[in-house]
């Protein structure tokens, strides 16, 4: 059992930054691939990004590709996702999301894919 725990979420102006954080326990991180999504007021929960349980493959949605960055540090058994040039239309709450890793889908972009969520963090963004 994978247990999440999403922070850093906040109140931002557009343009700004913020870093989220997802916080594991229960398993070590290092052999699972991490994703992280969002939902907003009445919308369905979409894809953000991913990364492959060594770091090395990445994959992003259209919507946040080259201002998202996701990163993970498996010693510190946590995963980043680095939000810069936010608008208003990012504002959701954001989940991070865990599944074993699998090379026929190392950064898999599918809520169906993944086994393990957190609670969420709001993330808010001013014009």
């Known amino acids: 059992q994978v247990q999440l725990v999403e922070s850093g979420g906040g109140l931002v102006q557009a343009g700004g930054s913020l870093r989220l954080s997802c916080a594991a326990s229960g398993r070590t991180l290092s052999t699972y691939s991490m994703g992280w999504f969002r939902q907003a007021p009445g919308k369905e929960r979409e894809f953000v990004a991913a990364?492959?349980?060594?770091?090395?493959?990445?994959y992003y949605s259209d919507s946040v590709k080259d201002r998202f960055t996701i990163s993970r540090d498996n010693a510190k058994n946590t995963v980043y996702l680095q939000m810069n040039s936010l608008k208003p239309e990012d504002t959701a709450v954001y989940y991070c999301?865990?599944?074993?890793?699998?090379?026929?889908?190392?950064?898999?972009?599918?809520?169906?894919?993944?086994?393990?969520w957190g609670q969420g963090t709001q993330v808010t963004v001013s014009s």
């Open positions: 990364i492959s349980w060594s770091g090395s493959r990445t």
């Open positions: 999301a865990a599944v074993l890793g699998s090379e026929r889908r190392p950064t898999p972009d599918r809520r169906s894919e993944y086994d393990y």
